[in-house]
């Protein structure tokens, strides 16, 4: 992946993966069509697995203004495409990385984790301030 096609990637890839965790709670917690009436009460009414892929879904989502943010500032202000491409993969792995923490319950590097993916964007952030 190189130039702009890969930054689109980049970014859907982010804009898909919250999905990916609410398939896997709506699966688990045992999603009918008829729970599609209102599915965020479904939801919020699961426990184990299934609460904690929905939790893994909102964060997933909670994440994405900042990362598409400096995405795309980067982008606008000409930082290295290979600075924006291994910043961007090594959120989307950490972010991978703490949905499978949050489905295996494993809180302390779940937490760890996180805070490498919120890093990724902070420092592609600084990194485009400096180019200013």
């Not at 096609?5 to 965790?21: H, T």
């Not at 000409?78 to 961007?88: D, E, K, R, T, Y």
């Amino acid at each position: 992946m190189q130039g702009i096609s890969g930054i689109i990637y980049l970014i859907l890839a982010a804009c898909l993966l919250p999905y990916v965790f609410a398939i896997i709670a709506k699966m688990t917690g045992g999603f009918k069509p008829h729970d599609n009436q209102n599915p965020r009460e479904f939801l919020a009414k699961t426990t184990g697995l299934a609460a904690r892929a929905n939790a893994a879904q909102q964060n997933s989502f909670e994440g994405l203004p900042v990362f598409i943010a400096a995405i795309l500032m980067a982008e606008y202000m000409v930082v290295p495409q290979a600075i924006i491409m291994n910043l961007g993969i090594a959120y989307l792995v950490f972010r991978v990385l703490y949905g499978i923490c949050y489905l295996a319950n494993w809180a302390t590097l779940r937490s760890i984790i996180w805070l490498l993916s919120l890093l990724c964007p902070i420092f592609l952030l600084v990194i485009t301030v400096k180019m200013t």
